[in-house]
T-cell receptor
């Protein structure tokens, strides 16, 4: 069973701080990794994708990938109250182009004023 | 910006009834997916669909479930005889390259 593990939180950070969200995965053959944001009662919304080892930055968001350690992280700089949501780590399977996403349980982030 | 749409947004049904959940994927996408999320749990894969056939399905996707792309734009999920445990949010997703884009979901409640 291929697993994606996340700390469920809640992770509480003050406004303006850096939020650090972590994810580990079990399938060493995985090649594509995604962070989605999900507000309560809403659908997953793509934040970042990352495919190569290292960092990828997009605005206030930085995704980090370490395939040797099977570890993906998401940093949110200058956290805002609107960032309060559940962040889902998703890993694409390696059964082909149509491969499914396997999701973690998500980390709930609370940005406090 | 193009987006995945789903109807209905909410569906209440009696146990044993058939339901059809509808999705309109983004128009140039070729890969289509259904996921579900039981309240408080993680998003779970149900089925993927490409080139008018199922590519992959999960253990959840048993004989009570079926998918169809009836007219080149809609993508449907049918549950033949609903059970209480089918109550969940059902998300349709589509993709062209690597990224799956999710629709707003259908909240299904089975009584």
């Amino acid at each position: 069973q291929k697993e994606v593990e996340q700390n469920s939180g809640p992770l509480s950070v003050p406004e303006g701080a850096i939020a650090s969200l972590n994810c580990t995965y079990s399938d060493r053959g995985s090649q594509s990794f995604f962070w989605y944001r999900q507000y309560s009662g809403k659908s997953p919304e793509l934040i970042m994708s990352i495919y190569s080892n290292g960092d990828k930055e997009d605005g206030r968001f930085t995704a980090q990938l370490n395939k040797a350690s099977q570890y993906v992280s998401l940093l949110i700089r200058d956290s805002q109250p609107s960032d309060s949501a559940t962040y889902l780590c998703a890993v694409k399977g390696n059964t082909g182009t149509a491969s499914k996403l396997t999701f973690g349980t998500g980390t709930r982030l609370q940005v406090t004023l | 910006e193009p987006e995945v749409t789903q109807t209905p947004s909410h569906q209440v049904t009696q146990m044993g009834q058939e339901v059809i959940l509808r999705c309109v994927p983004i128009s140039n996408h070729l890969y289509f997916y259904w996921y579900r999320q039981i309240l408080g749990q993680k998003v779970e894969f149900l089925v993927s669909f490409y080139n008018n056939e199922i590519s992959e399905k999960s253990e959840i996707f048993d004989d009570q479930f079926s998918v169809e792309r009836p007219d080149g734009s809609n993508f449907t999920l049918k549950i033949r005889s609903t059970k209480l445990e089918d109550s969940a949010m059902y998300f349709c997703a589509s993709k062209a390259l690597e990224t799956q884009y999710f629709g707003p979901g259908t909240r299904l409640l089975v009584l």
